[in-house]
């Protein structure tokens, strides 16, 4: 099994592009040494990005932020101005697995593990990221919610990895928020994810919205329908109703040791509706 | 394929060993440096008992890979007590019996370290989510988190 | 000579329970202490198994040649490295196991039984060669239906798992076979005629699911074999010397030639008192010619060691309306696993053990199914039985609208009831831990909506057996305290602290260790709690030598009369007009001259440990429905129980803090998640769900003494009882926050908010 730690992104495209077995990207570790352990995967080749500098980084840029795709939950946890604009894209990126797990684990592979149960994808995709991929042909932009297709199954070509994700400008009065649901009070994969994002304008009726749901399909959803059935209220119950049913209506989930169908479909919308609130009054004192 | 030739520093001591691409930096702490203070629990990243800190971050040691460290400070329970003098935590982890087999205190007195570092007043609340990618199985960690509070207070103290 | 009963210092100071520094203790903090994993040696091989995926095949043939052909692998072995076994039931810890069994446990000969059976083991020159050759052994399987669940198991025509397994306990004796080993029963007055007496009746049939000891430590061996049949092993368990017993048996040595050192031990709560990979490891290291390790991994240690049952429970119980107990009836059907053996034997014995009721008839029945042998798991067979009888008792407070607290103590046992599996009980202190669990505040702390109290009480019987400790006095004056049971929480400060007082010396010049099987006499093992109430005993008697030589010795030096000389408070002293010619003589000072008095100075308390006093604990529990999504959080947690005299109470209050948080994970989220396909799904700590440090609250503990006049301390052993009370006061709690009686366990979130929305209770 060889090991490469390339220090450039044409570096890594490169050993990927030509590798001739099985090859894995490496960043955090926590999902890659699991399944190497449990000889799930047997790669010929490792390739850590992490002394790529651009995966690295947390820069503003355009009036948003980017995020290398190889910097930590605890990171961003402490940058100082991050979870300012988008706690819930933070707490999301904390929640995944334990404090040692945050230590180690990234937004990029969080996102390329390929599991619909990701804790920090909601999170991104409600809040609009883009990632910027590199490949063998050149980088190219995917919106988040493109990128998952399928339990294990990604939209990145042979070569490619993700370098970075950018988040959108910040309007004034927004925020984002995202909830959980798991049996114990750490350490569970999540048996639903929600994550919302959401603007209001100066009369505290919401303008922009996004919402995302995982753990309950075989990829993370962005779905639409939820996001209009608030934009334009203020979150009064009858709208919170309506974000539940959508939420509902978009659920697609299997039953498995986790939890049953049901039961996703229950708390989905519970948990819609909460993080919509919290999102919410985060936004007012934002 | 030859093996990795790694140098790196552990519990401040400069080491050089040699890995597999597939060996895991707790693999190579308790098989190769044989600093069998870290505890292997179920190499998963689940329950913390392999517990380091890494360039001054708590990490899962089953989950990095020793070629990951080349360059790399590491501190493990070893490094804990400096000579004949325990740390603190150590001290008040024995005093409160915080302790019943012992597999996973290694892994929390390097977690708690870990915090007590970050935070100097942590409430028993943050002490628990902190801690809980460490498990115990025989105190229920009542004495634990007791004893991590009471060393916060006692180091606040000066 | 005349000796007082002194357990007290030099100075009239007790050691005994105050709350020393373990003197094992720096090197658990330091990371220097060597569990099963951390012992090494030169040369040594690295051996792991091959398991079988199927949880019910016969095995048609195995080829290990290519596995024997790859450059380092140094042995390979499979039923052929191992003799078959008559039948032959020996004890195991407080359970019975079949020696034919276990040799067929250990490596799977005619079928396998289980995913995760073993059927073959290699030894190599590192993991990677291991594993590479397991994937190089070729077994062929006829694959046979598989059957998990205990009531499908009971069934006629279910999957057979032995040919030559016939019920024993019923009557007439079956012509076929089954996969039911055994129906116990115990029998006390007529249910019949008592329950026709009673003004009410609640009957209730509970299920359980098989959960996991969950020691953070995997199984570990280190064996060397020598060419004169001679061998050593390290290995990480409960009883060293049962893990030499075995090991001789199973491989043909004498035992006095295999020599066990226990390491340190990270965990164990039963499951480690029986062996698996010791055998391997050895014949392994017979067949290399060289050290074998082996560790389990995670996923090895939920598919391949031993569980507990799940179970089914009906429970019936009548009472007046008063609320005197008139009549209980019990019917008990537990998981073996893929043998015989489960604890349906004492969960039949413990039942109903807390109360006194004229009649009880309790019927148990021992199933086999596919999955792992079960092992004993923390007072075996008694959470589950005890979870049934408390949810019922709790059932009819509220149906008599009687306080909880007050119906069990109307119906407690006490000094002199008869309990209905045989013995009448002595002093015991469960009225006591009722009346303190009341006298909390936390009994009458306010609860708001969705939030629920739950109280049940439970239950052990607790075990003395076969012990041996040596006192030994060094030249300078400090004791070495060797006793043969493993530590797994603590024992070493009792016993030292016990040694101290006994013999007058300072604390932290008693150095005790636990002594590997060629230094001392048989120990039956860590288990039944019984290490602590056993080893004090022994000590006692070996303190009583050393007393007694001394005096011997004294009155030599004095030339004085055995009635001139008493050993007290740390000293041998002179009495009457002695003392004014000689001054006492302090075991250190003895100690100096010990040669010129006789020789060394020791003593070896060699007992089989009477007199086991039960402990009975109450628990007391908040907890809080989230009517929207069926979690369920703990807020507040009260344990109080019986510990006759509580040695070292942190450590008392650390098992009862210990075996809570095991109950809550139980009764909250732990359960073995099988496919159709009967194998396991969630063979880790990810999905194998137990409580991490925020889903539990402080838990507080209340050390009630009533002393078992039975020992020289009044030590009741306290390692079980915990675990016992958890799961009927949570559910009893859960009934108090939703009004739905939970009668499967674990209430997890997905069961609980379905059964919330089944009766209209959530807005979901």
Redesign the interface.
Known sequence: MRYEAPESVEGAVALLAGAKGEARVLAGGTDLLVQMRADVVDPELIVDIKKIAETRAVTEEKGGWRIGAAVTGAELKEHPRLKQVWPGLVEAANLIGSTQVQGRATLGGNLCNGSPAADSVPALIAAGAVATLAGPKGKRDLPVEDVMLGPRKLALTKGEIIVSFLLPPRPARSSDAYLRFIPRTEMDIAVVGAGVSLTLDGGGTITAARVSLGAVAARVLLVQEAAQAIIGSRLDKPAQDRLEAAARAACRPIDDKRGTTEFRIDVAAVLTRRAALIALDRARTS | ?AK?HIEAKVNGDPVEFLC???D?LLDVL?DTLS???????????????C?VI?DG????S????G??VGGRSVE???G??KGET?HPL?KR?????A????????GF?V?SR?LLEKTTNPT??E????????????????????AVMDTAAAMRKG | MAETNGHSQANGQHVVGTRTVRPDGVDKVTGRARFGADFNLAGQLIGRVLRSPHPHARIVSIDTSKAEALPGVKAVITRADFADQPSEFIPAGEMMMNYKDVVRNVMAREKVLYEGHAVAAVAATSTAIARRALKLIEVQYETLPHVIDVVEAMRPDAPLLHDDLFTVGVEPKPEKPSNIAKRVEIKQGDVEAGFKTADIIVEREFKTAPVHQGYIEPHAALATFSEDGSTELWTTTQGHYIVRAHCARLLGLDIGKVRVTATEIGGGFGGKTVVYLEPLAIALSRKAKRPVKMVMSREEVFKASGPTSGATVRVKLGATKSGKFVAAFAELKYQAGAFQGSPVQPGTMCAYAPYDIEHVHVIGYDVVSNRPKVAAYRAPGAPISEYAVESVVDEIAKKLDIDPIDLRMQNAAHEGTKAAYGPKFGPIGLEETLNAIRKTEHWNAPLRKWQGRGVASGFWFNIGGETCVSLTVNEDGTVSLMAGTPDIGGLRASLAAVAADELGVPYDKVRPIIGDTGSLGFNFLTGGSRSAFSGSMAIVEAAKQIKADLCARAGKLWEAKPDQVEFSEGHVRPLGALAEKVKPMSVADFAKVAGKTGGPIGGVGRINAQGAGPSFGTHLVDLEVDPETGRTTILRYTVAQDAGRALHPAYVEGQYQGGAVQGIGWALNEEYVYGADGKLQNAGFLDYRMPVASDVPMIDAILVEVANPKHPYGVRGVGETPIVPPLGAIANAMEAATGIRFTELPMSPPKVLKALKDKGLSKV
């Open positions: 394929m990795h597999e691409t597939e895991t308790r600093l069998t203070g870290s505890k292997e629990g179920c190499s998963s990243g689940d329950c913390g008992a517990s890494l971050r708590l990490v899962c089953c989950l990095v890979l070629c990951e493990t329970i070893e804990m007590a325990l150590q982890f024995l005093e409160a019996a302790l019943q087999c012992g597999i996973c205190t290694p007195l977690a870990a028993e609340h002490v628990r989510y902190w801690l809980a990618g460490n498990l115990c199985r025989c105190t229920g960690y009542d004495k634990i988190v007791t």
